[in-house]
T-cell receptor
Framework: KNEVEQSPQNLTAQEGEFITINCSYSVGISALHWLQQHPGGGIVSLFMLSSGKKKHGRLIATINIQEKHSSLHITASHPRDSAVYIC???????????FGEGTQLTVNP | NAGVTQTPKFQVLKTGQSMTLQCAQDMNHNSMYWYRQDPGMGLRLIYYSASEGTTDKGEVPNGYNVSRLNKREFSLRLESAAPSQTSVYFCASVFNTEAFFGQGTRLTVV
């Protein structure tokens, strides 16, 4: 079993829909990252969370440390949100990141 | 991804050839990493360097070597490329809990 599990693996939505991507992990962490990767592009860090909730524009990320679970929400989704969203955790000891497999999001107009 | 520069962006190698992927960061970070990304799998750690002059193996180090000659640069070398090393490679630089990634290198070994 992977230490970081994401669901769903693939998600197709219509423009305007509210989207949720989930991440569960099984190790102690000091931080959790949500990353975005566009086709053929690099990886961009969206959020870094160690507790609670963060919001940036239409993106909201939450984390529940006790339940070892995080969610990424996109409100009023748009085709330009189509990308792979990756959850990564930084272990409590050390600086190494462990990645989930990613969620491929497609938002249709 | 301002701050992490990775070269080249694309490379095709023949089996047995060697090459070095270059990575540089200008953020004065101690920790740098090399990952590979394959379809259906998350990014996997090849090697990392916690500070200048130190390197450690990650999950998938076989067939690779690294060099951290100074704080700014962390290179990844394939001494004898194999088709199994066809992948997209990412360099990353980490400070505290912020992570920055290079643009990636798409490597094909034929």
């Amino acid at each position: 079993k992977n230490e970081v599990e994401q669901s769903p693996q693939n998600l197709t939505a219509q423009e305007g829909e509210f989207i949720t991507i989930n991440c569960s992990y099984s190790v102690g962490i000091s931080a959790l990252h949500w990353l975005q990767q566009h086709p053929g592009g690099g990886i961009v860090s969206l959020f870094m969370l160690s507790s609670g909730k963060k919001k940036h524009g239409r993106l909201i990320a939450t984390i529940n440390i006790q339940e070892k679970h995080s969610s990424l929400h996109i409100t009023a989704s748009h085709p330009r949100d189509s990308a792979v969203y990756i959850c990564a955790v930084r272990r409590a000891s050390g600086s190494r990141l462990t990645f989930g497999e990613g969620t491929q999001l497609t938002v249709n107009p | 991804n301002a701050g992490v520069t990775q070269t080249p962006k694309f490379q095709v190698l023949k089996t047995g050839q060697s090459m070095t992927l270059q990575c540089a960061q200008d953020m004065n970070h101690n920790s740098m990493y090399w990952y590979r990304q394959d379809p259906g799998m998350g990014l996997r750690l090849i090697y990392y360097s916690a500070s200048e002059g130190t390197t450690d193996k990650g999950e998938v180090p076989n067939g690779y070597n690294v060099s951290r000659l100074n704080k700014r640069e962390f290179s990844l070398r394939l001494e004898s490329a194999a088709p199994s090393q066809t992948s997209v490679y990412f360099c990353a630089s980490v400070f505290n809990t912020e992570a920055f990634f290079g643009q990636g290198t798409r490597l094909t070994v034929v």
